[in-house]
T-cell receptor
Framework: GAVVSQHPSWVICKSGTSVKIECRSLDFQATTMFWYRQFPKQSLMLMAT?????????EQGVEKDKFLINHASLTLSTLTVTSAHPEDSSFYICSAKAQTETYNSPLHFGNGTRLTVT | GQNIDQPTEMTATEGAIVQINCTYQTSGFNGLFWYQQHAGEAPTFLSYNVLDGLEEKGRFSSFLSRSKGYSYLLLKELQMKDSASYLC???????????WGLGTSLAVNP
């Protein structure tokens, strides 16, 4: 149980275009979803936390107008990288938490999306 | 401030035992997680410690000392597939946000 599906697994786009990444909880209702970014040989960096039906909370230094997050349903959250630039090339990972889970429950991660901006 | 330290890289031999240390300084403490991450993949959960002591789970064990701000992950009977990055993460602060270490890249050699 607790499967999180992330799509696409990888994407290559041209500079200036936008890319949408989807994160779905397949067998549970995800009231909270987290979006991370990871550069090579670096740890996970939390970008934002989204709760179903409300605006996402962005971490300091993350541009909310550039990284649009939508969590319109209990099973789907999307991250849109707008006007992507080469420096946005990274590994983006989502994770989800069910309403019944507490803070000490392990995170359920998607498989990540490798974004390359040319 | 919030800080988590782990060694950057470690090397061990197949069949051996390796200990990966993690020290932390955080405002508040709500437990410590260990995750394993293979290259290009998402992290997978290994263990969670909130009380002092050793938690054993098969070949993997995790230890916590809250007074020392210290934890270690012990991997026994190493296998080649254990070559991965091991991430230490601490739940901290009023919002219980996870603070992540930079990870320890473990290479298991034959």
């Amino acid at each position: 149980g607790a499967v999180v599906s992330q799509h696409p697994s990888w994407v290559i786009c041209k500079s200036g275009t936008s890319v949408k990444i989807e994160c779905r909880s397949l067998d549970f209702q995800a009231t909270t979803m987290f979006w991370y970014r990871q550069f090579p040989k670096q740890s996970l960096m939390l970008m934002a936390t989204s709760n179903e039906g409300s605006k996402a909370t962005y971490e300091q230094g993350v541009e909310k107008d550039k990284f649009l997050i939508n969590h319109a349903s209990l099973t789907l959250s999307t991250l849109t990288v707008t006007s992507a630039h080469p420096e946005d090339s990274s590994f983006y990972i989502c994770s989800a938490k069910a309403q019944t889970e507490t803070y000490n429950s392990p995170l359920h991660f998607g498989n990540g999306t490798r974004l390359t901006v040319t | 401030g919030q800080n988590i330290d782990q060694p950057t890289e470690m090397t061990a031999t197949e069949g051996a035992i390796v200990q990966i240390n993690c020290t932390y300084q955080t405002s508040g403490f709500n437990g410590l997680f260990w995750y394993q991450q293979h290259a290009g993949e998402a992290p997978t959960f290994l263990s969670y410690n909130v009380l002092d002591g050793l938690e054993e789970k098969g070949r993997f064990s995790s230890f916590l000392s809250r007074s020392k701000g210290y934890s270690y992950l012990l991997l026994k009977e190493l296998q080649m597939k254990d070559s991965a990055s091991y991430l230490c993460a601490v739940g901290a602060g009023n919002n219980r946000k996870l603070i992540w270490g930079l990870g320890t890249s473990l290479a298991v050699n034959p």
